[in-house]
């Protein structure tokens, strides 16, 4: 009986080939990748002058892009058909969180700005950019995605009630032209 196990009398060379590239791929024992965590990101809005973020928040949806495509059924082709590219399509982005004096303080200000610059006479809108970065359990950054023409859609508050003893939960909807 063998001392110790030797893949080489258990397993077939494929297998240990296969196993070997495996191991050669993977990171060192003990270390592992640096993996987004959900609860870790921060959202950064570049036409805020000196505070440049909207503030923490605790939620952020709709980050997806879609790649829209045109089938095309071709005669004798009768296994599958030609896709040709259409365009592509950004999600909405949502942002949610409780609200709090100085952050929400921030969104407020941006949206005048964005009003003010909409509405003033022959004003345009003014599409800003705006930065959502994702963090590791240690802080460090793991990816970042930078969104052009970013545009504000809708802002909403929950609704008050004397009844409940809820937090306040402020929703903001963006629009943007995309981030790749």
Same mark, same amino acid.
């Given at each position: 009986?063998?001392?110790? /196990?030797?893949?080489?009398?258990?397993?077939?060379?494929?297998?240990?080939? #296969? +196993?070997?590239?495996?191991? +050669?791929? +993977?990171?060192?024992? #003990? *270390?592992?990748?640096?993996? $987004?965590?959900?609860?870790?990101?921060? =959202?950064?809005?570049?036409?805020?002058? !000196? *505070?440049?973020?909207?503030?923490?928040?605790?939620?952020?949806? $709709? /980050?997806?892009?879609?790649?829209?495509?045109?089938?095309?059924? @071709?005669?004798?082709?009768?296994?599958?058909?030609?896709?040709? &590219?259409?365009?592509?399509?950004? $999600?909405?982005?949502?942002? @949610?969180?409780?609200?709090?004096?100085?952050?929400?303080?921030?969104?407020?200000?941006?949206?005048? !700005?964005?009003?003010?610059?909409?509405?003033? &006479? %022959? $004003?345009?809108?003014? /599409?800003?950019?705006? *930065?959502?970065? /994702?963090?590791? !359990?240690? %802080?460090? @950054?793991?990816?970042?995605?930078?969104?052009?023409?970013?545009?504000?859609?809708?802002?909403?508050?929950?609704?008050?009630?004397?009844? #409940?003893?809820?937090?306040? =939960?402020?929703?903001?909807?963006?629009?943007?032209? %995309?981030?790749?």
């Amino acid at each position: 009986m063998p001392t110790s /196990l030797d893949p080489q009398q258990y397993l077939s060379p494929t297998l240990i080939g #296969g +196993a070997a590239s495996m191991l +050669a791929q +993977a990171p060192p024992m #003990g *270390k592992y990748p640096a993996f $987004g965590m959900t609860m870790r990101f921060r =959202v950064t809005v570049y036409a805020l002058a !000196a *505070k440049n973020d909207l503030g923490h928040w605790s939620s952020c949806k $709709g /980050l997806k892009v879609n790649f829209v495509t045109t089938p095309v059924k @071709e005669g004798a082709q009768y296994t599958s058909a030609t896709y040709l &590219p259409e365009r592509v399509e950004y $999600g909405k982005i949502t942002l @949610e969180r409780a609200m709090c004096r100085s952050d929400s303080q921030k969104v407020v200000d941006w949206l005048q !700005a964005v009003q003010t610059n909409w509405m003033t &006479p %022959g $004003g345009t809108l003014k /599409l800003n950019d705006m *930065k959502i970065t /994702l963090f590791d !359990a240690v %802080g460090e @950054e793991v990816m970042t995605w930078t969104l052009t023409g970013v545009c504000p859609v809708s802002w909403s508050c929950s609704p008050f009630s004397s009844k #409940g003893t809820d937090i306040a =939960v402020e929703t903001l909807e963006l629009q943007h032209e %995309g981030f790749l």
